[in-house]
């Protein structure tokens, strides 16, 4: 009973590397999304996809790119990290949309030097 | 800026006591929903309210809906120490959900 699965948990990257976040979920789901979460700021949308081949801009989607692979799968890259990109990565899918409930992973956190 | 504002910012009582906490938004939306955040985890949701709805019940959760102020209320009874833990209120926008920054509740033992 998985659900949403997120890889690596943890990560340390020097300034101008890049990185690729996985996300897998389980259940089906149509939506999937990408939150970074800072202290002070609860989360902050960077990308979502509301359904396979699809993929938006959320709020703050500059440095990041996404890929939603299939259904199940939607990454989120990294090309030159920076160190205002240290934080705390949740991936998230929803059945509905943002008419329904989200399914959190247990997080990324990044750390950039 | 954000969608939702959670106040308080953080919030400490003893446990038995209730604990209120309250959202404000600037959009019109269909729904808002309640999360939970422990320390070092995922979000986890908790309740859903419609446009159209006013009131929400589950368990001891009790969520309010006001679309005229633009401004919703999560009540939690009956506290214990397990509550312990942020909680946000999440707003649909578009095709995207969008977060406040949370409220930290404390429950003492």
């Known amino acids: 009973n998985a659900g949403v699965t997120q890889t690596p948990k943890f990560q340390v990257l020097k300034t101008g590397q890049s990185m690729t976040l996985q996300c897998a979920q389980d259940?089906?789901?149509?939506?999937m999304y990408w939150y970074r979460q800072d202290p002070g700021m609860g989360l902050r949308l960077i990308y979502y996809?509301?359904?396979?081949?699809?993929?938006d801009k959320g709020e703050v989607p500059n440095g990041y790119n996404v890929s939603r692979l299939n259904k199940r799968e939607f990454s989120l890259r990294l090309e030159s990290a920076a160190p205002s990109q240290t934080s705390v990565y949740f991936c998230?899918?929803?059945?509905?949309?943002?008419?329904?409930?989200?399914?959190f992973g247990e997080g990324s956190r990044l750390t950039v030097l | 800026s954000q969608q939702g504002e959670e106040d308080p910012q953080a919030l400490s009582i003893q446990e038995g006591e209730n604990a209120t906490m309250n959202c404000s938004y600037k959009?019109?939306?269909?729904?808002l929903q309640w999360y939970r955040q422990n320390s070092g985890r995922g979000l986890v949701h908790l309740i859903l309210?419609?446009?159209?709805?006013r009131e929400k019940h589950s368990g001891r959760l009790r969520v309010t809906l006001d679309t005229s102020k633009k401004s919703s209320s999560l009540l939690i009874t009956a506290s214990r120490a397990a509550d312990t833990a942020s909680y946000f209120c999440?707003?649909?926008?578009?095709?995207?959900?969008?977060f406040g920054a949370g409220t930290r509740l404390t429950v003492k033992p």
């Open positions: 998230a899918s929803s059945e509905y949309g943002p008419t329904g409930e989200l399914f």
């Open positions: 259940m089906n789901h149509n939506s």
């Open positions: 996809s509301a359904s396979e081949g699809t993929t």
């Open positions: 959009t019109s939306i269909n729904n």
């Open positions: 309210i419609r446009s159209n709805e």
């Open positions: 999440a707003t649909d926008v578009s095709n995207d959900m969008r």
